[in-house]
């Protein structure tokens, strides 16, 4: 069983940048595969970012490449997003998510969700 909590959300201007942090709880983090997943009002969830159990494959979303980075320490048991250049299109909640197997772009993909953080970007 793993725990997740994010945090860093908040509002921004566009063109700003933003860091979010999923810390999970369990001694096995190193052994997930980490996703981020965004959900705008009236839309659906959406991948964002993927990464391997030992941070040695990453896959971005082509919405965000180039702009977000994600990346983790397995030491801290905590997954990042970092957002670059946002804009008010990226406004949503974004939603760090854990699975044992190789994690891909795909919401059932994943076993474990965090709460979620909302990410505001103003024009």
């Known amino acids: 069983q793993v725990q997740l909590v994010e945090s860093g959300g908040g509002l921004v201007q566009a063109g700003g940048s933003l860091r979010l942090s999923c810390a999970a709880s369990?001694?096995?983090?190193?052994?997930?595969?980490m996703g981020w997943f965004r959900q705008a009002p009236g839309k659906e969830r959406e991948f964002v970012a993927a990464i391997s159990w030992n941070g040695g494959s990453t896959y971005h979303a082509d919405s965000v490449k180039g702009r977000f980075t994600i990346s983790r320490d397995n030491a801290k048991n905590t997954v990042y997003l970092q957002m670059n250049s946002l804009k008010p299109e990226d406004t949503a909640v974004y939603y760090c998510a854990g699975t044992i197997r190789v994690g891909g772009g795909y919401a059932y993909e994943y076993d474990y969700w965090g709460q979620g953080t909302q990410v505001t970007v103003s024009s």
């Open positions: 369990g001694r096995t983090f190193s052994s997930y595969a």
